[in-house]
């Protein structure tokens, strides 16, 4: 920087010189030339804003599910075998390149068996669930460890980005390393997933009051637990708050949280041994029913129609129709 020495005449003589810097021309710069302008964002077509569901089969046997628009999805969930469900999701018209990842609730067998299977066949995908989960799956199943490489982290209650969704998980009490529940936002729309948890607590009960579209589980019929056949250890482990609901408390609950908001209401990890889709369908269309709302049966009946909010069992074994979901 050029510099000029400051005259003291007149002021007498002094034993060092001073130095000040010479002023500088003022540049002026545009601080936004490089900068990316942001654009308005762009109306939807009708088309791009349907969202899509299937479930591949929901219970112990295995748990697995896409949720997509018309630019790609998700799964949730790998408990099912790789080949079914890449079978199932062509049937419905949906190239596997389009899916973007595998979203894990937690680390049972039922949940995550063939996650590794999937990606294997398809290495553009990326897992996504917390480290914790990440761990307890290595360390309770036969997977390879290369799945790492795929992994990528989340932590709960903080949103994430996949395609064109927006994505939170939140905490639900099981008895896996960790469990959560997953609330997908697209659209202004929230399609919620709360599946093998004990009970509903206030942070799962925080999103799922905001859902449009709710996965619920209803896991047992309580009587039928108490007079089956599993042994009494068992009996108690599914009936503690770390482990699963039975149908009449998840009645309760939504009849107490239902809003106008609520479409659909998908009861899912239905017991095999503990419960049936008719005992669970019934319980809890009498408690939404004695709250004045009309229920429908996911059939897309005229009567349907007339309903305020549909009700459908998830299969336990087999894949549902493509569910699709408008404004």
Known sequence: MARKRISFEGLGRLPFEEWEDEP?????????????????????????????????????????????TSHGGIIIDAGIKAEEIESKIRANGIDMKNVRGILLTHDHSDHVRYAYSLIKNHRHLRLYCTNRVLNGLLRRHDISKRIKDYHHPIF?????????FEITAFEVPHDGSDNMGFSVNFDNRNFVLATDMGEVQARARHYITQADYLVIEANYDLKMLQTGRYPEFLKARIQTTSGHMDNRATAEFLKEIYSERLKHIFLCHLSKD????????????????????????????????????????????????LYVFRP
């Not at 308005?40 to 791009?48: A, C, F, G, M, V």
């Open 24 to 68: 500088q021309p003022v540049v002026k710069r545009n601080v936004y030339e490089n900068m990316e302008v942001p654009q308005p964002p762009r109306d939807l077509t009708p088309d791009e804003r349907l969202l899509y569901y299937v479930s591949f089969g929901s219970g112990s046997s295995g748990n697995s599910c896409y949720i997509g």
């Open 156 to 164: 709960k209650e903080i949103p994430f980005k996949i395609s064109d």
């Open 274 to 321: 503990n419960n049936t889709p008719e005992k669970a369908l019934e319980i809890i269309r009498e408690a939404l029913e004695s709250a004045g709302v009309k229920v429908g049966s996911g059939m897309e009946t005229l009567e349907d129609r007339q309903a305020d909010v549909q009700l459908v069992a998830l299969p336990r074994f087999d894949a549902t129709r």
